[in-house]
């Protein structure tokens, strides 16, 4: 259902696939998840990226499963992180690729550096599309 692949002609990327082709019957886009807790409260300490990250996973973990889908279905992904800091960037990356939400990540992906989200203190949001079979 879902095909993933470098081209020889490009660099080879760090996990993730430059091309993904999907044979989807339908296709699932949810919102950007925030790292907010059930209570609508940005998580962590000011500038913790582990906690709101982690957060952030969970909540992805709890949409996708809500359209009965995984990680597995995921076809592209888009990671923003309020920092310039390549060091900052590449730690969230690593965290996310060590995390249950890993495989989402193997698809199309992009990891931007933003100068801000839209809560006070957020500091990452992650944007998914997934398929689902009939």
Request: proline fraction near 5%; charge should be negative; glycine fraction near 6%.
């Amino acid at each position: 259902m879902i095909e993933r692949f470098n081209p020889s002609t490009v660099h080879e990327p760090a996990g993730y696939s430059h091309v993904t082709i999907s044979n989807a019957d339908r296709l699932v886009h949810l919102a950007g998840q925030c790292p907010l807790d059930l209570s609508g409260e940005v998580v962590g300490d000011p500038g913790d990226f582990t906690a709101q990250t982690e957060q952030v996973v969970t909540n992805c973990l709890a949409v996708l499963a809500a359209a009965g889908a995984t990680p597995a279905d995921v076809v592209r992904s888009v990671i923003y992180v309020v920092s310039p800091d390549s060091d900052i960037l590449s730690a969230v990356w690593w965290q996310l690729k060590a995390s249950p939400l890993a495989e989402a990540f193997t698809t199309a992906s992009t990891l931007l550096g933003v100068t801000s989200l839209g809560y006070q203190r957020q500091l990452i949001e992650i944007d998914l599309t997934a398929t689902l079979s009939a």
